[in-house]
Every structure is written in C-alpha cells, then in structure tokens.
C-alpha cells in the first residue's frame, strides 16, 4: 500500500515514518522542508498537485500547527494549517476511494477533572488551536475512508525547540526551579506506542473517529514526577502550580478514554510509567549523539 506521509519530518511524522518502514510499507515522506518532498499543506493548488502526482493508497496526516500561542494571535494560519486542507484530503479520499488517516487533540474539554473522555462526549473549544483542529476533524469525516485519531503525544525530536518531554527530562536531571501543573489531565501516549497503534487500526480498516491514547489518566505534575522516580532522581526546587496561570486560555480536562480503539486492536494501550519508560529509552540515545557531537 503506497502511503503518502505528510509532516513527516515532526516528532509524531518521525514516528510513523519509523514504524512504516519497519513494516515495509511503501512510504512517501513530505512535509515543509528538510523533506524528500517539500510542500507547505496551506497550499490547497501545491497539496493538489502531489496527490495527483504521487496517487497513494493512503494518506496520513501528521502536519499540524501545534503552538497554541502562536495560533492565538495568528488565527488564519492555524486555519490554513489545522483546519482548511483536510477539506481537501477529504475531497480527493471520496474521489478516489484512497484512505485518509488524520491526528487530531485532545484539547476539546474544559470539565471532568481526571475523567476519561469518550468519542460522544460534548466538547468546549476555548481557543483557536482547538477550534481550527475540531474544523479540520470535521471536515476529514465528510470521508467514508476517513479515520480520524484524537490523542496527545510525548517524545523525543532531538532538533529545534526541545519536545514537552525533553524540557521536562532536562528539568529533572538538573533540578531546576518549574511548576508541575496539578491540574491538568492528559492521556499523553508515547509516539511509539501512537505509530504503532495508529497503524494497526489502519490495517484492521477502522473508520470514523477513535480516541487512541495512554489507558490512564494522569497530571502534568505526575508524568514529571515519574520521569523523577525512574531516573531515581528528587526534585527540589519544584513547586505545584495551575493552568490557569498562563496566558491563553487551554482546556486541562484531557483525559481520553480509549476502549474504543482497543475492543479493534485487541490489545491495552500503554499507562502513565509505560509511557515514562518508552521517552526515556527513546532520550538516551538521543542524548548520547548529542554528547558525541559536542
């Protein structure tokens, strides 16, 4: 199955991209730069064009605009990249019968505290990365191919800005002054874990939309805290702090409940110290090439 991989060159489109490979499967990596193919999904003619041009069998689509800041002052951007151009993935996977993969968030709930979301449950869009990413699901389920995954990811990039993960790992190794969020919920599954997933589902022929994430609902404040316990390291000069106290207004009730997804994988989706312990294996090499090259 030829697939076309697009925001390949991301920390989830690495990802998939890797687990794609280990099975085979004929891949086409594009993204904005540093890509075998290069194109910028904001534009409709170019993203066109490479679907004539390259006529895959799939289509996944990892490429987000995921800065919820930068989405907040720029809202026609996030548009364009969020949301506009699953119009037309749709579009060509009604017309060609091709299949569609789209990653969405887990950024829709604002009420549940630890409570595990399923697909039904009603959503609060509080700025505009999660209104342009719930636009840009609805438009992927105009597809009867379409399958449309809500998730949180962790993980390790090793390039440009440092991951959520590798900030957190790098607080934690050197004890420095952060706020742990205690109030904000997450099912936030490692990469891994998601590409491996993610695939399954594809070849098991799963359509409409899944919440595919960590099994277990946990804080920012207790994935930081678990790094700390497997390094087997204290953090003394954290403090626990609030969501509420940044900038743009963020929807914290994260939790997903994914037994949807695994009643079709026929497996359990990875928990809070599974998830740990995936980054950190996935960090030591990563740090390793980093101090060879220094």
């Known amino acids: 199955m030829k697939t076309l991989l697009l ?21 086409r990596e594009a993204a904005r730069r540093s890509a075998p193919i290069q194109v910028d999904i904001a534009d409709d003619v170019a993203l066109c064009a490479l679907l004539d041009a390259e006529q895959p069998d799939l289509v996944v689509n990892c490429a987000a605009l995921v800065d919820i800041d930068l989405c907040e002052r720029d809202p026609a951007l996030a548009w364009r990249i969020n949301a506009r151009p699953l119009a037309f993935l749709a579009a060509w996977s009604t017309a060609t019968g091709g299949r569609l993969l789209h990653v969405s968030t887990d950024q829709y709930f604002t009420e549940g505290h630890a409570t595990a979301h399923d697909e039904t449950a009603s959503v609060s869009l509080v700025n ?25 990811i962790v993980g390790i990039r090793g390039w440009e800005q440092p991951t959520f993960a590798e900030w957190t790992i790098d607080a934690v190794e050197n004890d420095r002054p952060v706020t742990l969020f205690s109030d904000a919920w997450s099912s936030s599954i490692d990469v891994a874990a998601f590409a491996r997933a993610a695939v399954d589902m594809v070849e098991a022929g799963a359509s409409g939309l899944y919440n ?75 740090t390793l090439q980093r101090e060879i090259v220094s």
């Not at 505009?128 to 949180?152: C, D, H, I, M, P």
């Not at 509420?244 to 037994?259: E, I, K």
């Open 212 to 286: 595919l994430a960590a099994h277990e609902v946990y804080t920012k404040e207790q994935f930081v805290r678990e790094i700390a316990r497997q390094r087997g390291l204290n953090l003394t000069a954290a403090k626990t702090g609030s969501v509420r106290m940044l900038s743009t207004p963020r929807a914290h009730c994260l939790g997903l409940d994914v037994r949807r997804a695994e009643a079709v994988l026929g497996y359990g989706l990875p928990h809070l110290a599974d998830v740990v312990t995936s980054v950190l294996q996935q960090y030591r090499p990563s």
């Open 128 to 152: 505009e990365y999660a209104r342009s990413k719930f636009a840009g699901e609805a438009f992927a389920l105009t597809a009867a191919n379409a399958l449309v995954l809500r998730t949180s």
């Open 7 to 27: 925001g390949s060159t991301g920390l989830l489109g690495q990802a998939v991209a890797r687990e794609a490979r280990r099975r085979g499967v004929e891949l």
